[in-house]
T-cell receptor, first 110, second 113 residues
Framework: QKEVEQDPGPLSVPEGAIVSLNCTYS??????FMWYRQYSRKGPELLMY????GNKEDGRFTAQVDKSSKYISLFIRDSQPSDSATYLC??????????FGAGTRLFVKA | NAGVTQTPKFQVLKTGQSMTLQCAQD?????MYWYRQDPGMGLRLIYY???????DKGEVPNGYNVSRLNKREFSLRLESAAPSQTSVYFC????????????FGPGTRLTVT
């Protein structure tokens, strides 16, 4: 079993839709939960990170962590074509152990 | 501010050849990392350097060596390339000793034939 599981997609939605991206993980030691966005043929860039359980909002993006069920979500409101990318969840211990999911490819159609 | 830069962008090697991938950051970060990214497998940590003068193995270090040349530069060396090392290689850095808030370079696409 992989430590972090992500549906690879692709997920295709119309512009303006609400997008839900999800991850599950198995290691209960993870305390930090990151989401990275990766455009085609580019390096990943940090989108959001949260510590422990709860929600964090940043503009159109909301990250949600449920440690009891080991479930991580990223919601994108009013999705735009510029949101088309691969989204990587990356839980970590805060030390040097961060495990990256394989990513979910998102396409937002204009 | 260039952030994290990597050279070369593309490379084709024959089995058994050696090469060094270069990485530099201008953000005065303490920690630097080398990852490889393969389809369906996510990013996997090869080596990291918590601070200048230290290096440690990550998840997949076999076949690689690293050098933290100074605070800015962290190189990855393939001594005898194998087809299994065909991948996209990313260098990253972070201010703090820890893996949250990492900043990634643009990547090096390596093909070993």
């Amino acid at each position: 079993q992989k430590e972090v599981e992500q549906d690879p997609g692709p997920l295709s939605v119309p512009e303006g839709a609400i997008v839900s991206l999800n991850c599950t993980y198995s290691n209960s030691a993870f305390q930090y939960f990151m989401w990275y966005r990766q455009y085609s043929r580019k390096g990943p860039e940090l989108l959001m990170y949260t510590y422990s359980s709860g929600n964090k909002e940043d503009g159109r993006f909301t990250a949600q962590v449920d440690k009891s069920s080991k479930y991580i979500s990223l919601f994108i409101r009013d999705s735009q074509p510029s949101d088309s990318a691969t989204y990587l969840c990356a839980p970590g211990t805060g030390g040097f152990k961060t495990i990256f999911g394989a990513g979910t490819r998102l396409f937002v159609k204009a | 501010n260039a952030g994290v830069t990597q050279t070369p962008k593309f490379q084709v090697l024959k089995t058994g050849q050696s090469m060094t991938l270069q990485c530099a950051q201008d953000m005065n970060h303490n920690s630097m990392y080398w990852y490889r990214q393969d389809p369906g497998m996510g990013l996997r940590l090869i080596y990291y350097s918590a601070s200048e003068g230290t290096t440690d193995k990550g998840e997949v270090p076999n076949g690689y060596n690293v050098s933290r040349l100074n605070k800015r530069e962290f190189s990855l060396r393939l001594e005898s390339a194998a087809p299994s090392q065909t991948s996209v290689y990313f260098c990253a850095s972070s201010l703090l000793q820890g893996t949250y808030e990492q900043y990634f370079g643009p990547g090096t696409r390596l093909t070993v034939t």
